[in-house]
């Protein structure tokens, strides 16, 4: 089956808005070939320019977060309401750096999802191991926990617009990428999940991205694998040369 293919890149806490602007003026005419949907994933407050900058190009604009309430007493937060309302059309939740930094549950995550979902903001959901889980063999009971958790109370006629990304934690921001074959593993293994929690139909449907030091030399032998629908990218996401490169090779 046809899977709709997604290369993201994930900015974290970098580029101002106008940077953003001049990133996207950059980026646009590289990517017009690609058979990838372009999406990037950029701070709050560059939303707005970002948005406007992306009209009439094949990059979609999204946010790194989201509350799960639409609006109250949570200074700091933004609600999806908003998001939409400044053009975001797609929202990474539950990435490892929240889990970690700031203590997302998945249940808190599970709250992010359902809201996204509800608001017409495609929700991508981060998953994948530390290196002591890999090592101590729990990769798999704990992405079953984070699939089965984060997707909890969803029914199967929401989610046609769910992404997925698996990223391994120990290899982000390390260089030291999964094996094209390790990383199939995974994906392979977050595919039956999807299968069990929702039905195959819509498991195979579901994009599936791996993340973690993604860069132009490694991207290509990843993505020929079977259930690796495309990649979250952060550090080589920051040039739109690398890039476009990643992006060009989906
Ligand atoms: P990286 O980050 O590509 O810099 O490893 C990936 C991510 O955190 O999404």
Partial sequence: MERKQVVCGNWKMHKTSQEAVDY??????????????????????????????????????????????????????????????????????????????FKETDEFINKKVIRSLEDDLIPILCVGETAKQRKENQTEKLLQDQIEKGLKNIPESGVQDLIIAYEPVWAIGTGHVATPEMAQEA????????????????????????????????????IEQKDIDGALVGGASLEPEAFAQIVNLG
């Fill in 24 to 101: 996207i003026n950059r980026l646009a005419p590289l990517v017009t070939a690609s058979k990838s949907n372009v999406l990037l994933s950029v701070p709050f407050t560059s939303i707005t320019k970002a948005v406007s900058a992306a009209q009439n190009t094949k990059i979609t604009i999204g946010a790194q977060n989201v509350h799960p309430e639409l609006e109250g007493a949570f200074t700091g937060e933004i609600s999806s309401i908003m998001l939409r309302a400044e053009g975001a059309d797609f929202v990474v939740i539950g990435h490892s750096e929240r889990r970690q930094l």
């Fill in 187 to 222: 994906h392979a293994f977050i595919r039956k999940l999807l299968t069990s929690v929702f039905s195959k139909k819509v498991a195979q449907k579901i994009p599936i991205l791996y993340g973690g030091s993604v860069k132009p030399d490694n991207f290509k032998k990843i």
